[in-house]
């Protein structure tokens, strides 16, 4: 496969343009050094279909992670914005095409401003006090990206990519409830319709115990804390909403936009990942070096067994592990990424490609120089 990578300044001029040329189910990495300094964003081109990310870095040691957005839009949902003494949202928009466009920043009162994207432009603000930014419009299609970071002592940094679509059930594959870590939930209702939302626990027994998270008005939005609402034996999470509208099948589903966010040793590891990004049959874990200590989750919801082949990938596109294995009915797993394919280790540059027969919902965590990164699985 050939393309290029096109770095440009926050102000969509062009920095440099390098030839990009991967081979056939082969992986590319481009390192910091070999990025320009004034580098705000870049776009890639190719003849073929490509799946990424990328990793950020700072000077305090915090870390994160997001997809690369394939998926642009005109109309972007913030299924949640952490703005408070603790805790402080970033938001990027990146407009990747050749014409300028106009931005509408919509605050959960209603009140807007505008501003103008130029082509290949890049914009970051971090949202003041006071202000709780709902969704954004834009002229054109953009792509957007959220940043939260703790404000604590030593606190980390999340991140991920907006713009995915709605979802009426959202899937939360995993709970944490090890001393010091915690699961949290943002979740944003998508329609003009007033409704309330529940959460649906499983646990490990079995049994499903249920849990009113709050009434959820139009385009509104709530918070909490699934590790505190649930014990310590529930595996994983559904969460879905109904509208207050009647029809003659029952009550509508409301369409939600959801965040979830992970937190290990209190708010020292941090990491973050759009709900609405996590379902697939045919998927990739993208980071699978055994170095930086990689750990997935798969959830299959559903009521039938997933049988699925994975299969690990170097960066010359050759096989170096493959396996299979059976993830029962409304259960999940996880453990470390190499035991997906056999408990080999996987060198630097490998992947993990996973393909299923039925819908599941997945990510990674990478644990590096203290912090952890959450990566959604990449299709």
């Not at 189910?25 to 990310?53: M, R």
């Not at 603000?125 to 954004?136: D, K, R, S, T």
């Not at 170097?314 to 999940?332: P, R, Y």
Request: charged share 15%; glycine share 16%.
């Amino acid at each position: 496969m050939a393309g290029t990578i096109n770095y440009y300044r926050a102000d969509g001029t062009l920095l440099e343009s390098d030839v990009l040329a991967i081979l056939g189910q082969g992986k590319a990495e481009i390192f910091s050094e070999n990025i320009p300094s004034e580098a705000a964003s870049a776009v890639v081109c190719a003849d073929g279909d490509l799946a990424g990310y990328a990793r950020f870095g700072n000077s305090q040691g915090q870390r994160y992670a997001i997809p690369g957005s394939i998926g642009l839009g005109t109309s972007i949902a913030i299924p949640w914005i952490a703005n408070n003494a603790n805790w402080r949202t970033g938001i990027g928009l990146h407009n990747p095409t050749g014409e300028e466009v106009t931005i509408t920043i919509i605050d959960d009162s209603g009140a807007a401003r505008e501003n103008i994207l130029g082509a290949k432009a890049q914009y970051f603000f971090w949202v003041e006090a006071g202000e709780n930014p709902n969704h954004i419009t834009a002229s054109g299609n953009i792509a957007a990206v959220e940043i939260f970071e703790s404000l604590a002592s030593g606190g980390d940094r999340a991140g991920i990519m907006l713009g995915n679509p709605r979802f009426t059930e959202l899937c939360v594959p995993i709970i944490s409830f090890a001393d010091g870590d915690w699961t949290g939930v943002g979740l944003r209702n998508g329609s003009s319709w007033d409704g309330t939302v529940t959460a649906f626990g499983h646990k490990s027994s079995g049994v499903v115990e249920e849990a009113f998270l709050g009434p959820l008005p139009a385009y509104s939005r709530l918070a909490e804390n699934l590790s505190g609402i649930f014990g310590t034996d529930t595996l994983w999470a559904k969460i879905g909403g109904v509208a207050e509208i009647e029809t003659p099948v029952g009550p509508l589903q409301l369409p939600l936009h959801g965040l979830g966010v992970y937190g290990e040793g209190g708010l020292n590891k941090l990491g973050a990942v759009s709900l609405n990004a996590l379902r697939f049959k045919d998927g990739i874990f993208g980071i699978a070096d055994s170095g930086v200590s990689p750990t997935f989750a798969l959830l299959n919801p559903g009521a039938v067994d997933a049988n699925i082949t994975a299969t690990a990938y170097d960066s010359d596109g050759m096989v170096v592990g493959s396996d299979t294995m059976t993830i029962g009915a409304g259960t999940t797993t996880g453990g470390s990424l190499d035991s997906l394919v056999g408990g080999i280790t996987l060198g630097f540059g490998t992947y993990i490609q996973i393909v299923s027969d039925v819908d599941l919902y997945g990510f990674e965590t990478i644990y590096a120089n203290g912090r952890m990164e959450i990566l959604p699985i990449l299709k």
